[in-house]
């Protein structure tokens, strides 16, 4: 059987997995790594603060990105773990994040407005809105589009992170 490539060493995924599991579980002053709902992507990933990025002082759609429209304290996080394996392939290696309990929804404060959720941004935590930067970004995660209703409560299942990056090279 022909090597996979790109391909790593299980050395490669596991410390930047734990790594990754660290910071966003770690109370940074006196805030735990948050999970944001988000309604659209930032055009760039190197300067997302502004669009993705909650603290501990978000209220509602105060010291929040432009584009949360909730968010919740990171409950727990699994791994890593070995993950699946492609067909035939690498052995892929995943976080699991739990389940997150109701968070609240915040559009406008009408009640009324919806608006469709897209994905999650996994973020360090952070006391203060003005102190985070795409520094404190680490993930950011696609969903099934999410119909959400102002002031409605939603709330996520277990995910996975799964790293598995390989693709067949030919056998020459």
Do not use: C
């Amino acid at each position: 059987m022909a090597l996979i490539l790109p391909s790593a060493p299980a050395n490669f995924y596991e410390p930047s997995l734990t790594v990754f599991k660290e910071s966003v579980l770690r109370v940074n002053g006196s805030t735990k790594g948050q999970m944001a709902l988000i309604t659209a992507v930032p055009a760039n990933i190197e300067n997302a603060w502004a669009a993705v990025g909650v603290a501990g002082d978000t209220v509602q759609a105060t010291n929040r990105g432009s584009f949360v429209i909730g968010n919740t304290d990171v409950v727990d996080i699994t791994g890593p773990l070995i993950g699946p394996e492609e067909s035939p392939g690498e052995t892929g290696y995943k976080l699991t994040f739990d389940a997150t309990p109701e968070m609240t929804i915040y559009i406008d404060g009408t009640g009324t407005t919806t608006a469709t959720v897209i994905g999650a941004a996994i973020l360090e935590g952070v006391d203060t809105y003005a102190g985070g930067t795409t520094d404190h970004l680490k993930y950011i995660f696609k969903t099934d589009p999410i119909v959400v209703t102002d002031g409605g409560l939603i709330s996520l299942p277990e995910m996975e992170l799964i790293i598995n990056y390989s693709e067949e090279v030919p056998v020459v």
